[in-house]
Each structure stands twice: as structure tokens, then as C-alpha cells.
């Protein structure tokens, strides 16, 4: 097959986007759900509009660097396993590369491949790139598409910032007799457009996805909203 027919046959797959998709709709995800459902839940008691507007701000301010620690340490250790592996394998690649070559293409008989041709992929994958064909075949790593913190964090502080903003938002500009329900209808409107988007984007269910984030956020704002409620009847 020529270079020209493998361009033309190049398929467009959204593995490589697995990353930063998932931290960007994690973050905005939680930051719309958490916020919303905060802010929801102190007007429930009864509070003014700028003590819903306030601690608003401040749950923006400590979700965001939340998830932004949490993704760092959640992926760095990811990283840090990841680095492990591949450590261990290239010190067996180095000391025992027969032994490898055999373990590899008993991996690729086990996938169907006859012993004759699991032996000469794998004989000519090492020859190429050992650590790469061990790494993926073995362990499961696409050295990549290895772990990057500094990007999840970031994008995951920045995506729920964004999300965040959008209820805040509405309570900075609703009416205050019905704030409530104007952070629910519009925080649940948020939520259908991020599931479309990542629907979209990842190459998923566009309904399916909608509906699987309005859903739970519509809950954790009702839950919400009703402590809130209890808790500004009893004070």
C-alpha cells in the first residue's frame, strides 16, 4: 500500500483526546453541579442575595484549586506507576531480551496469531521499538499517551472555573423571589449543552450523554436545595 492510500484510508479515531477531555468534563461537570447546587441550597434557607452570590465565589475559588490538586495527585501517581513499569521492563529487555521476545509473541499466539507468525511480529516489533511493543502489548501503556498532571490539573481547574461561573452567573442577574428556580432550570440547560459537547467531541451517544448529566445534577441539586430548605425552616 502506497503512502498516498494510507493517507486516504486514515481514520480520524479520539483516543489521543482521552486526557484532556476527561479532566475538561469532569471539571466543568462538578464545577456547575457543585456550585449550583451549593448556591441553591443557601438560597433554600433564605439568604440574601449577596450571601448566595458570596459563598458562591467561595466555592468556585476552593472547587477549582480542589480539582486541580486532586487531578495533579490522582495522574501523578498514575505517571508515577506508569514510569515504574516501563523502568522494570526496559532492565528485562536488557537482561534477558530471548526471554522477552518469547513472552511476546506467546502474548500475540494468545490473541490468535499462529506460533510461526507470533514469533516474527514479535521478532521484528523489538527489532524496532522493544520497549514501545512491550510497554503496549504487556503492560497496557501507550508511552504516548502517558499521564500528564500538569495538564489534567490545569484543565480541570480552568473547565470548572468555567462551569462554575455559569450559576454564578445567574444568581448575580435573577430576580431574588425566584433565584431557585432560575439556578435549577438554567444549571440543568448548562448541563444537556456539556454532555452534548462532549458527546460530540469524544464521539459518544449525543442523548445518552444528556441525559446521564442532567440527570444526576438535577438530583444533586434538588437534594441540595431540600437540606437547605429543612435547615432554613428549623433556624
Do not use: C
Not at 80 to 107: F, N, V
Not at 208 to 235: C, D, N
Amino acid at each position: 500500500m502506497s503512502l498516498r492510500q494510507l493517507r486516504r484510508h486514515s481514520e480520524q479515531h479520539r483516543t489521543d483526546r482521552i486526557g484532556w477531555l476527561r479532566a475538561a468534563v469532569l471539571g466543568a461537570n462538578d464545577g456547575i453541579v457543585s456550585t449550583a447546587s451549593l448556591v441553591a441550597g443557601v438560597a433554600a434557607a433564605h439568604a440574601s442575595q449577596n450571601s448566595v452570590l458570596l459563598t458562591g465565589i467561595a466555592g468556585l475559588v476552593a472547587g477549582a484549586m480542589s480539582m486541580a490538586a486532586g487531578e495533579y495527585v490522582s495522574v501523578h501517581s498514575q505517571a508515577d506507576t506508569e514510569a515504574a513499569d516501563l523502568k522494570r521492563e526496559r532492565a528485562e529487555l536488557q537482561s534477558d531480551p530471548a526471554a522477552e521476545q518469547r513472552e511476546l509473541a506467546g502474548i500475540y499466539a494468545m490473541r490468535g496469531l499462529a506460533p510461526e507468525l507470533a514469533q516474527q511480529v514479535a521478532r521484528q516489533l523489538m527489532q524496532h521499538d522493544a520497549l514501545s511493543a512491550h510497554a503496549l502489548d504487556e503492560l497496557g501503556i501507550n508511552v504516548h499517551l502517558t499521564a500528564r498532571p500538569i495538564q489534567a490539573a490545569w484543565t480541570s481547574a480552568l473547565s470548572f472555573s468555567v462551569g462554575a461561573a455559569l450559576p454564578m452567573g445567574v444568581v448575580a442577574l435573577a430576580p431574588a423571589g425566584s433565584m431557585i428556580l432560575w439556578i435549577a432550570g438554567t444549571s440543568l440547560g448548562f448541563l444537556a449543552l456539556l454532555g452534548v459537547i462532549a458527546a460530540r467531541v469524544g464521539g459518544a451517544n449525543v442523548w445518552a450523554s444528556a441525559w446521564r448529566v442532567t440527570f444526576w445534577g438535577a438530583l444533586a441539586i434538588g437534594v441540595t436545595a431540600g437540606v437547605g430548605s429543612l435547615f432554613g425552616a428549623v433556624a
